[in-house]
């Protein structure tokens, strides 16, 4: 019998390894899951000069090819992968600032590929989609919607964010349960324009706002002993889960399970969690995860974002709300 826990495993594997081909309403969140956050700008403080994205030109690596292209250009691709078209323009503005800030910051900080600057890889660096993509997937929708993302890029041409002068590490994610987190609590690393806000999405904005995981006993201790061998499950099963501990935003900072310390993060990769926010249970039958938003948690919601924009939040204050501290510099 197929275990449960692996299922879901893979078919989060694949949606990373796939954001071409994500749906037009769903929301990929996989780039800045990788933590990049233990990267600091070189020393000598070098910065980035302000221009229009149509100025400046990218090399940017898709699959096995290399493409030259403006900012322009590759931020169309980049934000109609990461955030539903359908979203308010504002939200969409302020993930165009973002994209554009992720991008300009992972150039600075080291380039990852010897031929290009930036690659279509979600995993590396950002979620990306072609023209032809968009056409194929929005079909008879595609002028309205590529024109609605196409505005929010050129409405804030240029534009990035910045702390202490220099561009800042613009995560974001899918949505959060109330609070985003502190990078110092997801990542080997801290900014002080990455610290835990409030969120204002809600189970009735986001869809899958609470999922659910449930693992077999004999597959739950088996995941555990398969990285912690030192781990004990020999008594009842009702005693294999001991003490929780949350961190200051709600998510699991660690777990004992099997009288071994588990870091929340760990969790959530070991079973494929939507993110570290959950409760874990032991049903009489099986152990159930009861997960709530999805993805690391830290920096922008890009539910969140929405929400606000619904509000009559401008793109200006959705960002600054989510990295405090913040400038927004304009070319």
Same mark, same amino acid.
């Given at each position: 019998?197929?275990?449960?826990?692996?299922?879901?495993?893979?078919?989060?594997?694949?949606?990373?390894?796939?954001?071409?081909?994500?749906?037009?309403?769903?929301?990929?969140?996989?780039?800045?899951?990788?933590?990049?956050?233990?990267?600091?700008?070189?020393?000598?403080?070098?910065?980035?000069?302000?221009?229009?994205?149509?100025?400046?030109?990218?090399?940017?690596?898709?699959?096995?090819?290399?493409?030259?292209?403006?900012?322009?250009?590759?931020?169309?691709?980049?934000?109609?992968?990461?955030?539903?078209?359908? /979203? @308010?323009?504002?939200?969409? =503005?302020?993930? +165009?600032?973002?994209?554009? !800030?992720?991008?300009? %910051?992972?150039?600075?900080? *080291?380039?990852?590929?010897?031929?290009?600057?930036?690659?279509?890889?979600?995993?590396?660096?950002?979620?990306?989609?072609?023209?032809?993509?968009?056409?194929?997937?929005?079909?008879?929708? /595609? @002028?309205?919607?590529?024109? =609605?993302?196409? +505005?929010?890029?050129?409405? !804030?041409?240029?534009? %990035?964010?910045?702390?202490? *002068?220099?561009?800042?590490?613009?995560?974001?994610?899918?949505?959060?349960?109330?609070?985003?987190?502190?990078?110092?609590?997801?990542?080997?690393?801290?900014?002080?324009?990455?610290?835990?806000?409030?969120?204002?999405?809600?189970?009735?904005?986001?869809?899958?706002?609470?999922?659910?995981?449930?693992?077999?006993?004999?597959?739950?201790?088996?995941?555990?002993?398969?990285?912690?061998?030192?781990?004990?499950?020999?008594?009842?099963?009702?005693?294999?889960?001991?003490?929780?501990?949350?961190?200051?935003?709600?998510?699991?900072?660690?777990?004992?399970?099997?009288?071994?310390?588990?870091?929340?993060?760990?969790?959530?990769?070991?079973?494929?969690?939507?993110?570290?926010?959950?409760?874990?249970?032991?049903?009489?039958?099986?152990?159930?995860?009861?997960?709530?938003?999805?993805?690391?948690?830290?920096?922008?919601?890009?539910?969140?974002?929405?929400?606000?924009?619904?509000?009559?939040?401008?793109?200006?204050?959705?960002?600054?709300?989510?990295?405090?501290?913040?400038?927004?510099?304009?070319?």
């Amino acid at each position: 019998m197929k275990r449960i826990i692996l299922v879901s495993v893979v078919l989060l594997l694949i949606a990373a390894a796939l954001p071409a081909l994500l749906a037009p309403d769903s929301v990929s969140a996989t780039a800045p899951d990788k933590s990049p956050a233990v990267t600091a700008l070189p020393a000598a403080g070098l910065s980035w000069q302000p221009e229009s994205d149509e100025k400046k030109t990218l090399t940017v690596l898709d699959g096995d090819k290399t493409e030259k292209m403006t900012m322009h250009d590759y931020l169309i691709g980049v934000v109609a992968a990461e955030m539903p078209v359908k /979203f @308010e323009p504002e939200a969409l =503005k302020a993930q +165009a600032v973002a994209a554009r !800030t992720y991008t300009v %910051y992972g150039m600075l900080t *080291g380039n990852k590929h010897d031929n290009a600057d930036v690659c279509t890889d979600s995993a590396c660096c950002q979620a990306w989609r072609s023209t032809d993509n968009m056409k194929t997937s929005w079909g008879d929708s /595609f @002028e309205s919607n590529f024109e =609605k993302i196409t +505005a929010a890029v050129e409405a !804030t041409d240029g534009q %990035y964010l910045i702390y202490q *002068g220099q561009p800042i590490l613009a995560a974001f994610h899918s949505s959060s349960g109330g609070r985003t987190e502190n990078s110092a609590d997801a990542w080997a690393g801290s900014r002080d324009y990455l610290v835990s806000v409030t969120s204002p999405e809600t189970e009735k904005d986001v869809p899958n706002f609470t999922s659910t995981v449930t693992s077999s006993p004999l597959d739950f201790r088996d995941t555990i002993l398969s990285k912690h061998p030192e781990a004990d499950f020999t008594g009842k099963r009702t005693a294999w889960i001991g003490k929780i501990t949350k961190d200051a935003a709600g998510r699991v900072k660690t777990a004992v399970l099997g009288g071994v310390e588990i870091a929340g993060t760990e969790l959530r990769e070991l079973f494929g969690l939507r993110s570290t926010e959950f409760k874990l249970e032991y049903d009489g039958a099986d152990f159930v995860f009861t997960v709530t938003g999805y993805g690391h948690g830290v920096g922008m919601s890009q539910y969140g974002a929405n929400v606000m924009a619904g509000n009559g939040a401008k793109y200006e204050a959705i960002l600054s709300h989510y990295f405090p501290g913040i400038e927004l510099k304009k070319a």
